[in-house]
């Protein structure tokens, strides 16, 4: 995966690209010379974001909006040409026991995570299909291929996004158009620092413990890097993986596989 694949010009899409996962995700695509159109909530993170590489642009979209994805889609291919690769990232999580878990949290959860990013690929697929090219790659979760306690809908949100995935695979395998998806395990990023808040507050545990609670799980005892995560991306992305669709990476120190 240390080669550049040879993707330059080409025009990517990634949600949730104002921070973390996916603003590794967006420099490594326009470290590559691709031309990366990032989306999220927060103008002033895209922003900052944008002004990181030149190849990277910001527009604000909400990802759980189908209208809002439609024409994010249709004002990013007007500036800068057809979407040839998009990368739904964009995600959330909570913690609580499933019994306490309001109706409301287990909703937004699914909406962002699950129905977030088939409509951040939704409005691509008929013109990759046309164009019979195009990569899409979903950031999923160790959380989609098992079981965690007291994340009960971002586990049903993760497992629904790698279903979506094989669904997606298997019906565009024809069309030149592969679909897989990544699924790191603890992530250093602010999304990590939540869960380990959450820990500190509900456990009366230090940050340090809640920390090694968390790098535990992994085999190797640590955190994964989000470069790390944007490097298995940026693979997928290339021409050395068109043979790779329907699968799901763990990127995971030996947690899953």
Not at 86 to 99: E, F, R
Not at 140 to 149: D, E, I, Q
Request: hydrophobic share 45%.
């Amino acid at each position: 995966m240390t080669a550049t694949p040879r993707i330059t010009g080409r025009h990517a899409l990634v949600s949730g690209g104002g921070s973390g996962v996916g603003r590794a995700i967006a420099l490594a695509l326009a470290g590559a010379g691709v031309n990366v159109t990032i989306c999220g909530r927060r103008e002033a993170a895209l922003a900052e974001v944008a002004s990181e590489n030149d190849h990277i642009f910001g527009i604000v979209a909400d990802v759980t909006d189908e209208a809002d994805m439609i024409a994010l889609h249709e004002k990013a291919e007007a500036a800068r040409g057809p979407i040839d690769i998009v990368v739904a990232n964009a995600g959330l999580s909570g913690s609580a026991p499933a019994h306490k878990t309001a109706l409301v949290d287990w909703r937004h959860t699914i909406d962002v995570n699950l129905t977030g990013a088939f409509l951040t690929v939704k409005p691509a697929l008929a013109g990759m299909a046309a164009r019979k090219a195009g990569r899409i790659v979903f950031v999923a979760s160790t959380a989609g291929l098992k079981g965690y306690a007291y994340v009960a809908p971002y586990v049903a949100a993760k497992h629904g996004v790698v279903g979506l995935m094989r669904a997606l695979a298997v019906e565009t395998a024809k069309s030149g158009i592969t679909v897989n998806a990544v699924c790191p395990g603890f992530v250093e990023t602010d999304m990590l620092e939540e869960s380990v808040q959450r820990i500190v507050e509900k456990t009366g545990r230090s940050t340090g413990e809640a920390r090694e609670s968390l790098a535990a799980i992994n085999p190797q005892g640590r955190f994964i890097q989000p470069e790390e995560v944007a490097e298995a991306v940026l693979w997928l992305c290339g021409d050395a993986a068109r043979s790779i669709t329907g699968q799901t990476i763990s990127i995971s120190g030996g947690e899953t596989w």
